[in-house]
């Protein structure tokens, strides 16, 4: 018997309405179900961080959450991150400008992660975003690119608010 | 598509749980999914029916006060316990046990009750049950229970839960105001489950002597354990080198366990230097040692 149940999810904004499968997990939902291919599977048990997406504004695991917690739930992916308009947000450009990415892997989950970071310190020292980020692997970078964006970001967010 | 087919419940109270878990048959329950997601995924797992209890709204609370307790509900997030205020005044040493938990995306989902019940041998939230003589508290269509924590892990990720029991909350034993504190673990790499972990609680009394110390080690045999030998021989002591190795030298009486990438020997040699520097931090930090 295939155990199916009918969900309501807000992802980026949009509400999206499926039937689903019990046993799918919320980062097959939104790749296959949704097309939104951003956000990456790696390890698929938790431990690479690259399908990290923010659940009511929370980061998790989208590998480690399934499709059906999700009802009622409203859901950022990075695809969701980007100005209205388009252009890269200012951790996205941080991002660009330092070379925070090579192949892009683990971009999605590097980003998302360090949106909710942001969100509640954005006077972070270098040591508290390597922590931050202690839960994503990188294999290109070295993590100091991205270490530098992430300071850069903060350093325009405080701008931004006096 | 990873999990192999399971029905899925989402029972709202504990009522309805006990009910679903009293008559399915190989129902396993969801807490935060830190640890049986992935086992779903590597369908290490496969159990016909899942329970989830994220809906379980009273599952989920934090009910610290001056009293002397901590009551915790199974389901409250690792997260809700890192950012309380109350907990950071009565149980200061929770903040420094979970930095270690995971890494913050885990923590957002995972549950103090999914930690006790699937008891990773190094799990620091277990360390903290047993640490603070914890009480867990059960229930299921027969009865509810209440098992001490130095009772409850009984074999590898196995603990005393009864087939059909759920884990309803978690019961602290407090201590006073301004007692020495101290978590100290080795890992691999920042978030990993550690090698071998200490926790340590210390009152000093107006002379400046340990009256009384609780020490309690994690990751050398399927549960935490709580090194009694040395507890009483800090009792009345001043803090002093002598008296931290003497301590420590108890924790390499400890029964350990090997494994594939760790031997017994290393992690008992883990384990002692822990201790010595959860009591030297523990106590209010160096002390002199002699020449």
Redesign the interface.
């Known amino acids: 018997?295939?155990?199916t149940?009918k969900i309501k999810v807000t992802v980026n904004g949009r509400a999206h309405e499926r039937e689903v499968?019990?046993?799918?997990?919320l980062v097959?939902f939104l790749r296959h179900e949704l097309d939104l291919t951003g956000t990456h599977v790696g390890c698929?048990?938790?431990v690479c961080?690259v399908c990290?997406v923010l659940?009511d504004d929370?980061?998790?695991?989208a590998?480690?959450?399934?499709a059906?917690?999700a009802h009622g739930k409203s859901i950022t992916t990075v695809e969701g991150l980007a100005n209205r308009d388009g252009t890269l947000n200012m951790l996205q450009q941080a991002f660009r400008e330092n070379h925070g990415l090579q192949c892009g892997f683990c971009t999605p989950g590097m980003l998302t992660?360090l949106t909710?970071?942001l969100a509640h310190n954005s006077d972070p020292t270098e040591s508290e975003v390597r922590?931050?980020i202690?839960?994503n692997l990188c294999r290109c970078t070295g993590y100091q690119s991205i270490v530098a964006a992430a300071m850069q970001a903060a350093r325009v967010l405080r701008e931004r608010k006096t | 598509m990873k999990p192999s087919r399971f029905v899925y419940h989402d029972p709202t109270t504990i009522a309805e749980a006990i009910d679903l878990f009293g008559r399915l048959d190989n129902a396993l329950p969801l807490a935060g999914g830190q640890s049986l997601m992935p086992m779903l995924n590597f369908r290490v797992a496969a159990p016909d029916h899942l329970i989830d209890l994220n809906n379980i709204a009273s599952l989920s609370y934090i009910d610290v006060n001056d009293n002397g307790r901590g009551r915790f509900g199974s389901m409250t997030r690792q997260r809700d316990l890192e950012f309380s205020g109350d907990v950071a005044r009565v149980f200061p040493i929770f903040q420094e046990a979970l930095s270690h938990v995971g890494h913050r995306q885990t923590r957002n989902r995972g549950t103090f009750g999914g930690s006790l019940c699937h008891i990773d041998p190094s799990a620091e939230l277990v360390n903290m049950a047993v640490l603070h003589d914890g009480l867990l508290l059960t229930a299921s269509k027969a009865a509810s229970r209440t098992i001490p924590a130095s009772e409850w892990v009984q074999g590898i990720m196995t603990s005393a839960l009864n087939p059909g029991e759920l884990l309803t909350g978690i019961e602290l034993t407090a201590w006073p105001e301004g007692h020495g504190f101290a978590f100290e673990e080795f890992a691999r790499r920042h978030g990993d489950f550690a090698i071998a972990a200490v926790g340590c609680l210390v009152i000093m009394d107006a002379a400046g002597l340990i009256e009384r110390a609780a020490l309690c080690v994690s990751g050398l045999s399927p549960g935490p354990v709580r090194l009694v030998s040395a507890e009483q021989l800090l009792g009345g002591q001043r803090p002093s080198h002598e008296v931290f190795r003497a301590a420590a030298v108890e924790a390499e009486g400890l029964d350990a366990t090997d494994d594939a990438f760790v031997k017994a020997s290393y992690r008992k040699h883990l384990a002692r230097i822990l201790t010595y520097r959860a009591l030297e931090r523990a106590t209010g930090g160096r002390v002199r040692r002699a020449a």
């Open positions: 018997m295939i155990d149940r499968e019990t046993r799918m997990t097959d698929e048990h938790g961080g990290t659940v929370l980061s998790a695991r590998c480690l959450m399934l059906v917690q992660t909710e970071f922590v931050a202690s839960g």
